[in-house]
């Protein structure tokens, strides 16, 4: 197998792996794992970000222009959208150290399924699909209207998924604020005296 398609193709599964990661830290059902959650993403992230600037310095796969823009702009979204997010909610999850058995708050599980935190990587993983394609020689046999027909679907998977992740989002974002004002009916004659 050749050297710079098992480079793309490794940098492709560790993207998938951490948009991965990152679509299930709402799930954390306590601070210390959400914690735990996110230092790893983080780790995830900053070897994604590492290698995808060493297969470009590299000069793997016949970099010309389209693959540095395909692999170097979704990974720069990464490092300007996602790692910021990331930072402020493994802050945010160290708050709760000394109360580790408490559940995640509704706000920090909204910020965990911001749309910005997991779809800039899940676009990084998506994007290295072309370059892979190069690397193997695949475009040659898929023709352009194939090629086509896959860049169109995957542009609207990633629709779908960035749908999803604003809805998500949404809902526990309500959450969160609908926590913190509680209405009550005050029955006449309950205030203390």
Same mark, same amino acid.
């Given at each position: 197998?050749?050297?710079?398609?098992?480079?793309?193709?490794?940098?492709?599964?560790?993207?998938?792996?951490?948009?991965?990661?990152?679509?299930?830290?709402?799930?954390?059902?306590?601070?210390?794992?959400?914690?735990?959650?996110?230092?790893?993403?983080?780790?995830?992230?900053? +070897?994604?970000?590492? !290698?995808?600037?060493?297969?470009? *310095?590299? #000069?793997? /796969? @016949?970099?010309?222009?389209?693959? =540095? %823009? &395909?692999?170097?702009?979704?990974?720069?979204?990464?490092?300007?959208?996602?790692?910021?997010?990331?930072?402020?909610?493994?802050?945010?999850?160290?708050?709760?150290?000394?109360?580790?058995?408490?559940?995640?708050?509704?706000?920090?599980?909204?910020?965990?399924?911001?749309?910005?935190?997991?779809?800039?990587?899940?676009?990084?993983?998506?994007?290295?699909?072309?370059?892979? +394609?190069?690397?193997? !020689?695949?475009?040659?046999?898929? *023709?352009? #209207?194939? /090629? @086509?027909?896959?860049?169109?679907? =995957? %542009? &609207?998977?990633?629709?779908?998924?960035?749908?999803?992740?604003?809805?998500?989002?949404?809902?526990?974002?309500?959450?969160?604020?609908?926590?913190?004002?509680?209405?009550?009916?005050?029955?006449?004659?309950?205030?203390?005296?």
């Amino acid at each position: 197998m050749d050297l710079d398609l098992l480079g793309w193709l490794a940098l492709s599964a560790g993207w998938l792996i951490a948009a991965l990661i990152a679509d299930a830290l709402p799930t954390a059902h306590d601070p210390a794992r959400l914690r735990r959650r996110v230092t790893g993403l983080l780790t995830l992230v900053g +070897v994604g970000l590492a !290698g995808t600037v060493a297969m470009i *310095g590299w #000069g793997s /796969a @016949g970099t010309d222009d389209a693959v =540095a %823009v &395909l692999a170097v702009g979704p990974a720069l979204a990464v490092a300007v959208l996602a790692v910021p997010r990331l930072r402020r909610l493994r802050a945010g999850s160290a708050a709760f150290r000394t109360a580790p058995a408490s559940p995640t708050p509704p706000g920090l599980r909204a910020d965990a399924a911001h749309p910005l935190l997991a779809l800039p990587m899940q676009v990084a993983a998506v994007a290295l699909l072309p370059i892979i +394609v190069q690397a193997t !020689g695949g475009g040659v046999v898929l *023709g352009a #209207g194939t /090629a @086509g027909l896959v860049s169109t679907a =995957a %542009v &609207l998977l990633l629709v779908a998924t960035g749908v999803r992740h604003a809805l998500r989002h949404s809902r526990l974002a309500e959450r969160a604020v609908t926590g913190r004002v509680r209405w009550s009916p005050v029955r006449a004659g309950s205030y203390p005296r």
